[in-house]
């Protein structure tokens, strides 16, 4: 099913902890993250492949662009993080 985020592994979950860092740092939408970036910082290739299988999103050698769902998952992920901190 396209873009869903039930059981996502961790390998998945870590490049939407990376989208997530993005995102609190710009404080802007995450559309798309680096896949691979020359300096020793790569996504795990089993997580893209599951982002990609799920239709989440879409991938090249260096970087992954995230589907609307995924965006959206990046954005609840903030949210969580921030209630939880007491925000």
């Given amino acids: ?3 869903d985020t039930q059981g996502l592994s961790d390998k998945a979950l870590s490049i939407f902890a990376f989208a997530a860092y993005h995102r609190l ?3 802007g939408r995450v559309a798309s ?3 691979k970036d020359g300096a020793g910082h790569e ?3 089993e ?3 599951e982002l990609e299988s799920r239709g989440l999103a879409t991938a090249d050698e260096t970087r992954i662009d995230l ?3 995924a965006e959206a998952f990046t954005e609840q992920l903030v949210e969580a993080m921030r209630r939880e901190a007491g925000r």
């Fill in 25 to 27: 740092l710009s404080g």
């Fill in 33 to 35: 993250v680096v896949r």
């Fill in 43 to 45: 996504a795990d290739a």
């Fill in 1 to 3: 099913m396209a873009g």
């Fill in 47 to 49: 997580g893209v492949a």
């Fill in 67 to 69: 589907g609307a769902a």
